[in-house]
């Protein structure tokens, strides 16, 4: 059973950054694709990004490609997601998630999710 922890989400100002951190509690993580997703008020819940279990490989939702940076820090078992450039559009309910692809059915671990909301 591998448990995610998200963290660092909070109240930023549109233009602003974030950066979230998503900590595994188990070296089995290693072998998992990583991937953030995030559920806007009122919808679905949605792919952001994807890096691979090397960390050599990433894809990006349109929405925010250019703007969030996937990574990841294997030595650590945690994945971050370095957001710039926020706009209001982007607060949201952020989930990290330990997964085979870039679906929500492919996903085999979820965390509890963290809160980013941008001011205009």
């Known amino acids: 059973q591998v448990q995610l922890v998200e963290s660092g989400g909070g109240l930023v100002q549109a233009g602003g950054s974030l950066r979230l951190s998503c900590a595994a509690s188990?070296?089995?993580?290693?072998?998992?694709?990583m991937a953030w997703f995030r559920q806007a008020p009122g919808k679905e819940r949605a792919f952001v990004a994807h890096t691979s279990w090397s960390g050599g490989s990433t894809y990006y939702a349109d929405s925010v490609k250019g703007r969030f940076t996937i990574s990841r820090d294997n030595a650590k078992n945690t994945v971050y997601l370095q957001m710039n450039n926020l706009k209001p559009e982007d607060t949201a309910v952020y989930y990290c998630?330990?997964?085979?692809?870039?679906?929500?059915?492919?996903?085999?671990?979820w965390g509890q999710g963290t809160q980013v909301t941008v001011s205009s």
């Open positions: 998630a330990a997964t085979l692809g870039i679906t929500e059915a492919d996903v085999a671990y």
């Open positions: 188990a070296r089995t993580v290693f072998h998992y694709d």
